[in-house]
Nanobody, 121 residues
Framework: QLQASGGGLVQPGGSLRLSCAAA??????????IAWFRQAPGKGREYVSC????????YYADSAKGRFTLAKDNAKNTVYLQINSLKPEDTAVYYC??????????????WGQGTQVTVSS
């Protein structure tokens, strides 16, 4: 139901904008809480951020505060995760997920396939 995109190879200090779009028509992201998680090599999945369905409130993990910005474009049925001042420790596969409410632990009913972010010089 979800497609994550926008990852790539970027130098430290650079920026990326990740996108989470509905993979099928009729799946309206504005009706769902949309969260981003990431999984670095050899590590568990980590909650990053979430935007709520009702009032588009945004929530961030401590590790994401200040450099990550989550926004929703209802006209494009897409949620964007802007990441600035990228660090090597941001290297991970980033996943978007849809659920009923924002939560660091879920549950989330739908998941995107993930997009690789690699931060390296």
């Amino acid at each position: 139901q979800l497609q994550a995109s926008g990852g790539g190879l970027v130098q430290p200090g650079g920026s990326l904008r990740l996108s989470c779009a509905a993979a099928t028509s009729g799946f309206i992201l504005d009706y769902k809480a949309i969260a981003w998680f990431r999984q670095a090599p050899g590590k568990g999945r980590e909650y990053v951020s979430c935007i709520s369905s009702m009032d588009s409130s945004t929530y961030y993990a401590d590790s994401a505060k200040g450099r990550f910005t989550l926004a929703k474009d209802n006209a494009k049925n897409t949620v964007y995760l802007q990441i600035n001042s990228l660090k090597p420790e941001d290297t991970a596969v980033y996943y978007c997920a849809a659920g009923e409410v924002c939560s660091a632990v879920g549950p989330y009913d739908y998941w995107g396939q993930g997009t690789q972010v690699t931060v390296s010089s």
